[in-house]
């Protein structure tokens, strides 16, 4: 038997695992979006709530994003940490709520900053209102969302949450400073997606831990389940943005590359390849020189070293992680939902 | 006696007591700033220490508009509003800092906002490092007040300028709504200058009466007092960019107008002025169409109609009403420099 038949073989029997790995992962976000369906109606409630503003722009802007079908992964989070814990409250509707306002605040900056077109398939707010008012509407939700915990009340809320909007903050300038810089290790790369993404993934989870009471422990539990969550999470979007996948997802393919953002995909295939490669890389991500055929070529280096698969690997090593941290609660539907999800976050890549 | 001698007797007389009033105002700056000195040491120490981060990016780029030389009135008007109502506390230092940070993080992303190349006769940040960075750094100083708030620990403090923030994005974006609208009407504007800039020097003012724990009257005076100051203040600001004066403080004049702001001298201007003044106006504000010596068309038919002088008598106004709302407390240092601060801020224009 030789290596191409031995590949094809290979090939088969993953496919099959991940058809599977695929229905579990589909079926996870549906089971998650059942499980807090009734938390998830206060949660849409509040956010259009208190988003309205007399200044109709505002709602205007905020309301084109919201409604433009994001799962709202974060908050359902909330929620169902807080059903995995066994909490009886209703204080994380509203505390969910901020999370997405968060959120919201950081797409409409991180728009502005990407020079983005198009956002889940649709025009950004910056491209339809202008950068102007995408920055000040941004500036809005996230005041917002700290009068909404303010509201709630809770310090050790407050302090999680401001805490992530300063690390987000700090994740996306770092992420500026390693645009065009092929040097960036795989840690440096590491620290930025942790900040910028995981750090918000893992707040949504551990203020539920907060508001039920149940112990440090349990929050520490549930932040870690987060942070790992959000890392697998934004290594799989990173792999998307050079898939073809990505294209039936309404989302441009090569964004990351035209724009010279440094990822995992990347940072390995640059460390990989010979000096040809690496001059094509310093050429087209390093300078920012592009032009046509680029992008398929980049793809192909990517292709040839394999690197979108070892990138998907460090995200199952996250996502065991994740899994892991939740295993000191008890078995329950949320627990399972929630397992699931790792899994959902992971095989979006196929 | 003809009008012409009229004019220049009363002008001359006026220069006498403007004189004298330009004495009063600024020693008021300097008595201020002598009253609060110790308190504002440890303001400028928690700034420096707080905006620190490892993303050296974000000290340099913040440190460049902090250390550029403005008065840091927000954080002075804390530290005053504390002397007058005898607070013997030190509380109030690390929240003047937010006071600063909250107003650092609104002119980076104001800077952005109007693409301004200079400010305080200083390059801006988003000239030097860019949009982006300007944009993320400002959202890391927002992030870090707030983080700064909690360690305090008063959620009344954190509702008031949360409450602040959440405003000033509405005015900003209210703002962003009247570029280049002639049809704006006083109060509109009105509307617009209490949101974005006087509500932080209530907010500023007012969080001296709460951790004083001096009662709601105070609370409500100390605000009442900042607001209106405040719109004194923005008022006078608004009269400047159409001032030589403003050159002499390294400050571009007509920028508002080459931005097509629609601020009270020209809403006046527009009003007062025939169909061939409007057309004018409507082509270099309402259409941005502008030539070389537009500006100083602009300038004359704002001089014509006296409209920087009827602008400087609404901010007399709202100076009155400041001073009126501190009249409930005794007679002290701080009442006193308090009372004068009044008309630094309006002896600015002349």
Redesign the interface.
């Known amino acids: 038997m030789n290596q191409r038949t031995l590949g094809a073989i290979t090939m088969t029997s993953d496919i099959v695992s991940i058809n599977k790995a695929k229905k579990t992962a589909s079926s996870a976000v549906d089971a998650m979006q059942s499980l807090v369906s009734t938390e998830m109606k206060g949660v849409n409630e509040t956010i259009l709530t208190r988003m309205h503003?007399?200044?109709v722009?505002?709602p205007q802007l905020a309301g084109h994003l919201i409604a433009s079908g994001g799962k709202r992964l974060r908050p359902m989070l909330t929620l169902a940490s807080a059903k995995l814990i066994g909490f009886e409250g209703t204080r994380h509707i509203k505390l969910a709520a901020c999370v997405e306002f968060i959120h919201t605040a950081?797409l409409l900056?991180d728009d502005?900053?990407d020079e983005s077109d198009l956002r889940r398939g649709v025009e950004t707010a910056n491209t339809i209102w202008g950068?102007?008012?995408s920055?000040?509407?941004?500036?809005?939700l996230?005041?917002?969302s700290?009068?909404l915990?303010?509201e709630d009340?809770s310090?050790k809320v407050?302090?999680i949450l401001?805490?992530a909007?300063?690390v987000?903050?700090?994740g996306?300038?770092?992420q500026?400073?390693t645009t065009n810089d092929l040097t960036t290790t795989e840690d440096a790369y590491l620290e930025v997606i942790s900040a910028k993404t995981a750090v918000l993934f893992a707040a949504a989870c551990e203020i539920a831990g907060v508001v039920a009471e149940k112990g440090e422990d349990a929050e520490k539990a549930l932040a870690a389940y987060g942070q790992n969550l959000g890392i697998a999470f934004q290594l799989v979007d990173d792999v998307l943005d050079y898939s073809a996948k990505q294209a039936t997802m309404g989302k441009a393919v090569g964004d990351d590359f035209r724009e010279g953002k440094v990822t995992l995909p990347i940072i390995l295939a640059y460390r990989r390849g010979g000096t040809e490669e690496q001059a094509f890389w310093d050429r087209t991500v390093g300078e920012l020189e592009q032009k046509d055929g680029d992008l398929e070529q980049a793809m192909a280096y990517i292709s040839k070293h394999g690197t979108t698969q070892d990138t998907l690997e460090r995200a199952r090593h996250y996502g065991q992680k994740a899994k892991d941290a939740l295993a000191i609660f008890p078995d329950n539907e949320a627990h399972e939902i929630m397992d699931n999800i790792i899994e959902f976050v992971i095989e979006r890549a196929y």
């Open positions: 503003s007399p200044v722009l505002i950081t900056h502005v900053v950068n102007q008012a920055v000040l509407v941004g500036d809005f996230f005041s917002r700290f009068e915990m303010v009340g310090l407050l302090k401001s805490g909007s300063s987000i903050a700090e996306e300038v770092l500026l400073m």
